[in-house]
């Protein structure tokens, strides 16, 4: 089976809203993509939208945008530099690109309605969709992370950053894996990444 960070067993997914909020920074802190005025940030399955709106203090000088598939979830609404859309990111956006696309703690939850055997297979159309979604010379960061804001800095397992050039190829510019469970998810994805390269 295909282990995917934030699938752990006896965890609780409740987060406060200290966590949601800082989670971008402690998932990616000191590796986060310095981003050139104008940029835009796609942050993929927002849920509530709390992590979408401390992305837009962290990005103050970039346009943030949230997109969740299912309206009931979001709370938050627009505001300054911060949009929300209710859709399908890979479906629904219209062919826009971004200049950072986050997959934060949602790649799992995408892949757990399809049996074992076909989850590998899965993973590599997430990854094309999300390679589609990033801009020439953009970024993909995807996390998996567990756990409230007491122990917020323990509870991530797994973070990579990959960074796509002016020609449709990507580069896997970062990877920390950093429980055991998460390596199986690291090899397919990079083997995903291999298979996607141009
Ligand atoms: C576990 S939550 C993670 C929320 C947030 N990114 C975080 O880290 O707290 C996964 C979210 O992704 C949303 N989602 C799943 N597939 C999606 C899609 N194709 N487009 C937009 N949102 C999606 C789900 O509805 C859910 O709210």
Same mark, same amino acid.
Request: aromatic residues 8%; charged residues 25%.
């Given at each position: 089976m295909l282990t995917i960070p934030s699938q752990v067993e006896g965890v609780d997914y409740h987060l406060d809203d200290v966590t949601l909020k800082y989670r971008v920074t402690y998932c990616f802190r000191g590796v986060l993509p310095r981003l050139e005025e104008g940029s835009e940030i796609l942050d993929l !399955?927002?849920?509530?939208g709390i992590t979408t709106k401390h992305l837009g203090r962290l990005y103050p000088h970039c346009r943030v945008i949230g997109v969740e598939i =299912?309206? !009931?979830? =979001?709370?938050e609404e627009a505001e300054g530099n911060v949009d929300f859309i209710v859709g399908d990111a890979f479906t629904d956006l219209e062919r826009r690109t971004f200049d950072m696309v986050i997959a934060m703690n949602n790649i799992y939850f995408m892949l757990i309605h399809h049996p074992l055997e076909v989850q590998k297979k899965a993973l590599t159309k997430i990854m094309r969709d999300l390679k589609r979604l990033t801009r020439p010379r953009g970024y993909l960061l995807i996390a998996g992370q567990q756990g409230n804001a007491e122990f917020i800095e323990r509870g991530l397992m797994y973070r990579c950053i990959v960074q796509m050039d002016g020609n449709n190829s990507w580069t896997l510019r970062r990877e920390d894996v =950093?429980?055991?469970?998460a390596f199986e998810f690291s090899d397919a994805l990079k083997t995903a990444i291999d298979a996607l390269k141009n």
């Amino acid at each position: 089976m295909l282990t995917i960070p934030s699938q752990v067993e006896g965890v609780d997914y409740h987060l406060d809203d200290v966590t949601l909020k800082y989670r971008v920074t402690y998932c990616f802190r000191g590796v986060l993509p310095r981003l050139e005025e104008g940029s835009e940030i796609l942050d993929l !399955g927002c849920n509530r939208g709390i992590t979408t709106k401390h992305l837009g203090r962290l990005y103050p000088h970039c346009r943030v945008i949230g997109v969740e598939i =299912l309206p !009931g979830y =979001l709370t938050e609404e627009a505001e300054g530099n911060v949009d929300f859309i209710v859709g399908d990111a890979f479906t629904d956006l219209e062919r826009r690109t971004f200049d950072m696309v986050i997959a934060m703690n949602n790649i799992y939850f995408m892949l757990i309605h399809h049996p074992l055997e076909v989850q590998k297979k899965a993973l590599t159309k997430i990854m094309r969709d999300l390679k589609r979604l990033t801009r020439p010379r953009g970024y993909l960061l995807i996390a998996g992370q567990q756990g409230n804001a007491e122990f917020i800095e323990r509870g991530l397992m797994y973070r990579c950053i990959v960074q796509m050039d002016g020609n449709n190829s990507w580069t896997l510019r970062r990877e920390d894996v =950093l429980i055991e469970k998460a390596f199986e998810f690291s090899d397919a994805l990079k083997t995903a990444i291999d298979a996607l390269k141009n």
